[in-house]
């Protein structure tokens, strides 16, 4: 039988009756076979829809990071086209954020009303089109309006393929989160490389953006035609009425708070990292100008490598203990990064490096296990992801200024006190937050299918369970 012919098959009736009602005039030893067959084959056709929509999704992530990474590397020749100074340029990020923070909020609802495919295939053209902005600012001005735009470009995209990447991971019923975020990394490192060899060949890093506002949106395209289908106000839902992931009904504002701060902690942990592991192996230990960036290059390395590979490792330890492992490797790293300016020469850093590839290894599954427990609760997740990425946001956006004003004021070993507590607060936070959500996930289902599947004697026919989806 073919999945046409059971699509169609309760248009064929002369009351036009549900498939059900139709089987349920059979006799139960018929029912049973044949309701098994066409949930067979809903569940094939759900799988292959869900392999598709992997391919998608990972082509968004990685032109989501090749924005950001084009984007990034280009700020010292933006710098030097607009002469905007350290102060300027930190307003530049800061309005770039603040736009990104609103459009989220704005984005969650959209996904839960519209589905996370439209919103992607809103969002990812208009994130790549808009960095005309930035490239053809001729002013100060002009570059600080753009930036608010080019910011909710970039947190549209970001729900709405976060979105649909726990629609994806909902279906194969395996991890398969971690993967996307570490092709993020990889295309702003292809962001990055692109504007090197540009730049090194001579030509401008001005007419790079353009070219990319122009060609990144048609990429995402085919990407965007792989997702999974979706509808109007479906909202990413699943689960029988009534239970807590209901179609209709989302995560309690408590539980969404802890999640947050959880992803508020792990963000702030990662961004310290991001700004000060360079600066900290120049101020503190004092090493060679050339060796300094060594401390970064190592905690990017571990991080994307463990994004990567992270799937297996949640599968085969669960997300509890993953988010555990997770705060305490990264709380283990900054411990060695503090206590490294105490070592002897020879080893102070080693020492330092290993403390930042631990903190790579231990933040690069935060966010991936945050959001797919939001995913695996059922319910809309639209408006929750966008809550929680919100505060990630949030972490991010103060990090550098609230480090920076304490290393000011006392020194950059006390500042980093900071993140080395918030990533214990990862374990403290998300380990209670992701068994809830996993109480949420597993509560009992209410019985909605028809009692025409049921046997002789009252009972369910056995519907074959659906395998996790193998690639």
Same mark, same amino acid.
């Given at each position: 039988m073919s999945w046409d012919l059971v699509r169609t098959a309760p248009e064929s009736c002369t009351a036009r009756s549900s498939l059900t009602r139709l089987c349920a005039r059979s006799s139960p030893l018929v029912v049973a076979p044949f309701t098994g067959t066409v949930y067979a084959l809903a569940v094939n056709k759900s799988l292959t829809d869900a392999k598709r929509a992997r391919v998608g999704v990972f082509g968004f992530f990685f032109l989501a990071g090749l924005v950001m990474g084009l984007w990034a590397a280009g700020l010292p020749s933006l710098n030097d086209r607009l002469d905007l100074g350290p102060a300027r340029l930190g307003s530049v990020l800061l309005l770039i954020s603040g736009g990104a923070l609103v459009s989220m909020l704005v984005a969650g609802p959209l996904v839960?009303?519209?589905? *996370?495919? &439209?919103?992607?295939?809103?969002?990812?053209?208009?994130?790549?089109?808009?960095?005309?902005?930035?490239?053809?600012?001729? *002013?100060y001005w002009q570059l600080a309006v753009l930036a +608010?735009?080019?910011?909710?470009?970039?947190?549209?995209?970001?729900?709405?393929?976060?979105?649909? *990447?726990?629609?994806?991971?909902?279906?194969?019923?395996?991890?398969?989160?971690?993967?996307?975020?570490? $092709?993020w990394s990889l295309g702003g490192a292809a962001g990055g490389g692109i504007t090197s060899l540009v730049l090194k060949a001579g030509l401008?890093?001005?007419?790079?953006?353009? +070219?990319?506002?122009?060609? +990144?949106?048609?990429?995402?395209?085919?990407?965007?035609r792989l997702l999974l289908p979706g509808t109007a106000g479906d909202g990413s839902a699943s689960g029988p009425s009534g239970s807590p992931g209901a179609p209709g009904e989302s995560l309690r504002w408590g539980l969404i708070a802890l999640l947050g701060l959880a992803a508020f902690a792990g963000h702030l942990s990662e961004g310290a990292a991001i700004d000060w592991a360079a600066l900290h192996a120049r101020w503190v230990l004092e090493t060679d100008p050339a060796m300094a960036p060594l401390a970064y290059t190592i905690f990017s390395v571990a991080m994307t490598t463990v994004r990567l590979l992270g799937d297996p490792i949640r599968a085969r330890l669960g997300s509890v203990r993953t988010i555990q492992l997770a705060g305490l490797f990264a709380t283990a790293g900054y411990v060695l990064v503090l206590v490294s300016p105490l070592t002897g020469?020879?080893? &102070?850093?080693?020492?330092?490096?290993?403390?930042?590839?631990?903190?790579?290894?231990?933040?690069?599954?935060v966010v991936p296990v945050l959001f797919s427990a939001v995913g695996a609760a059922g319910g809309r997740v639209g408006r929750a992801l966008a809550?929680?990425?919100?505060?990630?946001? $949030?972490?991010?956006?103060?990090?550098?200024?609230?480090?920076?004003? +304490?290393?000011?004021? $006392?020194?950059?070993? !006390?500042?980093?006190?900071?993140?080395?507590?918030?990533?214990? !607060?990862?374990?403290?936070?998300? *380990?209670p937050a992701i068994r809830a959500l996993l109480r949420l996930s597993t509560s009992p289902a209410q019985d909605t299918a028809p009692e025409a599947a049921a046997g002789p004697a009252g009972e369910r026919g056995h519907e074959p369970e659906p395998e996790p989806a193998r690639d």
């Open positions: 839960d009303r519209w589905s *996370s495919r &439209r919103v992607c295939w809103f969002g990812g053209p208009i994130s790549g089109l808009v960095l005309l902005g930035p490239a053809l600012a001729s *002013s +608010v735009l080019f910011g909710m470009g970039l947190g549209v995209t970001e729900v709405g393929m976060n979105a649909h *990447s726990v629609e994806v991971e909902r279906i194969y019923r395996r991890p398969i989160i971690s993967a996307f975020h570490g $092709t401008d890093a001005q007419w790079l953006l353009i +070219v990319a506002a122009i060609v +990144v949106p048609f990429l995402y395209l085919p990407a965007a020469a020879a080893v &102070r850093v080693a020492c330092a490096w290993t403390g930042w590839a631990l903190v790579g290894v231990g933040l690069a599954t809550m929680v990425t919100a505060f990630g946001y $949030t972490g991010l956006l103060l990090g550098p200024a609230v480090l920076g004003y +304490v290393a000011e004021s $006392t020194s950059l070993p !006390v500042a980093l006190f900071i993140p080395a507590v918030l990533a214990a !607060v990862v374990t403290l936070t998300g *380990s």
